[in-house]
């Protein structure tokens, strides 16, 4: 057999996943779209609507696709339908950087399918190409095609069983649709390109391994960026220390100043997501010195539980962040992998699961030295069970391989120490794996739905087959051929009846639909925000109807988290509460433009807001909907007087002031610093006449133009979230936007008429952008020269 499979076994790889994967997911075939949108029809607005009450499909949480990145998707393709680039989030919390938050992956490549096709299609598209990347990568890194010789060496049979187990593992399963399975998918190409950088220790493997520490960065999540960038060190260490046997010359210093040449390559290419999030990172107040700790050992069980079905699990386990399993024949068959000829890649994959899955059970050495590893310390790491699925499928195809190739050469039972040193490790596992299922089993807990499949006996069924599967080759009762053939097949049998309908599948006109409540909150002509009370509906549905409110569910900035909370609001939660409104200051809700209340009469919002009718005045009401206007409403843009400016340095004596029941913000700003509006006090003031209040003439998705006369100097207020890279000018003359009221926008402006626009120009993002430029040229140029250099080399020369 060869070391290094021919390429074909890539687009089989690609055939087989993409073919289970439209088995799987079905349902998109007739234009159905992975989606939970009962969700969102579960809420008090579409009570209208939706019909006659029908059951819910029973899933895990997935709150946060309707919360966060459904609409973060659909306000990409919107805001580049109407030709802008969307770097503001206008829609959620008082204004939020979109740029900025990594979550977002403006500029992940995959991501591009929004910016060309509706979001209902690109959503659905995306599902079917991350599955296929995440089986083509795990087979390419099981065959390790890019090396010159031996590589890591799973046979045809062995890369299959890879490509299947990783893509339809319990952790990539969980994780579809969200930015931590589009950073963790390419950890297989950064080993891939360590490996193809010891082997050929040139400047196109210098590009390709930077293109693949750079991809989980843009991708959007940092935790999971950071697990991609700590294995695939570990990686590159583990093979400076221990060479493959086959280079004769390892090349060890040339061989670590590359890697460190593609680790700066990499921060260049993912410089214009890493600058921009840098910065907003900063802008959070969060720490990473505090540990997240670990999940219960007892939630190893993930591992042999195939429910995936609930949150939690039938067998105890949360439900999508603890989710991993990889099939029992993986469990069973990955003992063999040290047996495997190149056993040193294999010692190191048996390490590297071993550590994640102790680093993510807060056990053992790993876990004691993560604690002392700064960065690492502070995120979820519990989320390492991704790169445990990735390494238990390596050991797959390679046990799987070890097997085959000990098969061609006794073709009756195998004799000799290895064979009797696996097997009782591989019977180990099994047992091991049967009692936690039978313990499962006794447990009794099963799903309403779709129990045939999750239920944990269904568990016990695969292991006895897996289990019979590897007796019977041992046996000398199958050829290889057929071994490797049944293995795929068991292998794609146990996952993908373990993933089926892990998603529900929705028509497109049912996401998001139409309801009288929004429809009369949409038809408001000023921009004016919106929130709903005691959880009238979820967070960030606004964005989905043009609508703009000053909560929503995402990592929100700090400043706009202290100026919430008096009204309720915590971060990642849902709207405002009804008690804090009442019992809060009167004028903050005026101060930050919120117009409307959404409350309902499911719960006491719709009766509190309405024994205030000085307060709140009831406009719209919908079966249990109500719908009231705030009487004192200050609009998005107002001038005070700059004789009303108070000067307060410190932070949270600002905050103090602006939560203060007295503070009137039509007729008291304030400022950090009387140089703030010393630009203010210059010229007369105007006759002694009513100005006219400011007027919002144009507003974009990340600028507003306001005209303003000002009786005298004043500042004006802009109640929007104040972020760094917001500048304003005032009749075409640029000045930094000041923050004011504790953490709004605002200029100050001299008596007169005046022409003011708010504009949001990230400097770190231009930064960001030029390095990434720069960085894709000399990527390119990498890649390339080899390439020119070698067919100079090959052209034939004429004779004279």
């Known amino acids: 057999m060869k070391a290094v499979l021919r390429w074909r076994v890539l687009p089989c790889a690609a055939l087989l996943v993409g073919c289970l994967t439209l088995v799987r997911d079905w349902p998109v075939l007739f234009g159905r779209v992975p989606l939970p949108a009962e969700i969102v029809a579960s809420f008090p607005p579409w009570e209208s609507v939706r019909g006659p009450d029908r059951q819910p499909p029973a899933h895990a949480e997935m709150g946060d696709l309707v919360t966060e990145l459904y609409p973060w998707k659909a306000y990409t393709r919107a805001a580049v339908s109407g030709g802008s680039l969307p770097l503001w989030n206008p829609h959620i919390l008082l204004g939020a950087p979109f740029v900025g938050d990594p979550q977002t992956g403006l500029f992940y490549p995959l991501n591009l399918v929004y910016y060309a096709l509706p979001t209902p299609l690109a959503w659905t598209l995306s599902f079917l190409l991350r599955t296929i990347l995440a089986g083509v990568l795990a087979a390419a890194l099981a065959t390790t095609l890019g090396a010159s010789r031996a590589g890591l060496g799973a046979s045809r049979a062995g890369a299959l069983t890879a490509a299947v187990t990783f893509a339809f593992c319990g952790w990539v399963t969980a994780f579809q649709a969200r930015p931590h399975l589009d ?77 460190l040449a593609s680790g700066l390559l990499a921060l260049g290419l993912a410089a214009v997501q890493m600058l921009p999030a840098l910065e907003f990172i900063g802008e959070l107040g969060r720490t990473v010195s505090a540990s997240w700790g670990g999940k219960p050992l007892r939630e190893i069980v993930t591992f042999v539980s195939r429910d995936l079905g609930a949150n939690p699990s039938s067998a105890g386990v949360e439900i999508p962040e603890c989710s991993a399993y990889a099939g029992m024949l993986a469990l069973l068959i990955a003992p063999f992998a040290v047996f495997h000829r190149n056993r040193r890649d294999a010692i190191f994959f048996a390490l590297l699961a071993a550590a994640a899955v102790s680093i993510a059970y807060g056990v053992g050495p790993a876990y004691a030295l993560s604690l002392r590893v700064p960065v690492l310390k502070g995120i979820p790491n519990w989320r390492l069970l991704g790169v445990a699925d990735l390494a238990l499928a390596v050991l797959a195809a390679l046990g799987l391989s070890a097997v085959e190739a000990g098969l061609r050469e006794r073709r009756r039972a195998p004799e000799g120490w290895w064979w009797l040193a696996a097997g009782p490790a591989s019977l180990a596992a099994a047992a091991v794996a049967f009692m936690v299922t039978l313990g499962v089993v006794r447990a009794g807990r099963t799903l309403p739905t779709l129990h045939a499949l999750r239920q944990p006996l269904s568990s016990a069924a695969f292991l006895i087959a897996a289990a019979a599967l590897l007796a019977l080759a041992l046996g000398g009762r199958l050829r290889p051929s057929v071994f490797g053939a049944l293995a795929v097949a068991l292998c794609a049998a146990d996952l993908v009846s373990t993933s089926y309908r892990f998603f529900p599948f929705v028509r497109p006109a049912e996401i998001f639909p139409a309801a009288p409540t929004f429809d009369f909150l949409s038809r408001d002509p000023e921009p004016n925000r919106v929130a709903a009370v005691d959880v009238a509906y979820g967070s960030s549905f606004e964005t989905m109807y043009g609508l703009e409110s000053p909560t929503g569910f995402t990592v929100t900035l700090r400043r706009t988290v202290d100026l919430l909370a008096p009204l309720g609001f915590q971060e990642s939660a849902t709207g405002l509460t009804s008690d804090s409104i009442l019992a809060g200051p009167r004028r903050l809700l005026d101060l930050l433009n919120v117009k409307y209340l959404v409350a309902t009469t499911w719960n006491r919002g719709a009766s509190a807001l309405a024994s205030r009718p000085d307060r709140f005045r009831l406009v719209f009401s919908d079966a249990s909907v109500r719908v009231f206007e705030n009487r004192t409403v200050l609009p998005r843009a107002f001038l005070v007087p700059a004789s009303g400016a108070r000067v307060i340095s410190d932070e949270s004596a600002q905050l103090a002031r602006v939560s203060d029941a007295a503070f009137e913000p039509a007729a008291e700003v304030v400022v950090g610093s009387a140089a703030d509006i010393g630009g203010s006090s210059g010229g007369a003031p105007a006759a002694d006449r009513q100005a006219a209040p400011p007027r919002v003439l144009e507003r974009g998705i990340q600028s507003i133009r306001v005209r303003v006369d000002a009786p005298q100097a004043g ?50 993002l231009r930064i960001g952008a030029m390095l990434t430029i720069a960085s894709l040229i000399c990527a390119a140029a990498c890649w390339l020269a080899p390439r020119r250099i070698s067919s100079r080399r090959e052209r034939p020369t004429t004779s004279a």
């Not at 193809?196 to 590009?207: F, G, N, P």
């Not at 991609?228 to 221990?242: C, P």
């Not at 000045?735 to 400097?763: C, Q, S």
């Open 183 to 259: 950073s963790v998918v390419w950890l297989p190409l950064a080993l891939i390109g360590v490996d193809r950088l010891q082997r050929r220790l040139d400047a196109s493997s210098v590009a390709l391994t930077a293109a693949a520490f750079a991809l989980p960065v843009l991708a959007g999540q940092p935790e999971s960026a950071a697990h991609v960038t700590l294995a695939g060190g570990l990686f590159f260490v583990y093979r400076l220390a221990l060479p493959p046997a086959d280079l004769k010359r390892p090349g060890r210093v040339r061989f670590g100043a590359l890697f």
């Open 715 to 764: 500042v004006l207020v802009l109640s929007q979230a104040y972020y760094p890279g917001w500048v304003a000018a005032v009749d075409g003359r640029e000045t930094p936007a000041l923050r004011v009221d504790f953490g709004l926008a605002g200029v100050a402006v001299a008596p007169g008429p005046h022409e003011v626009l708010f504009r949001y120009a990230p400097r770190y």
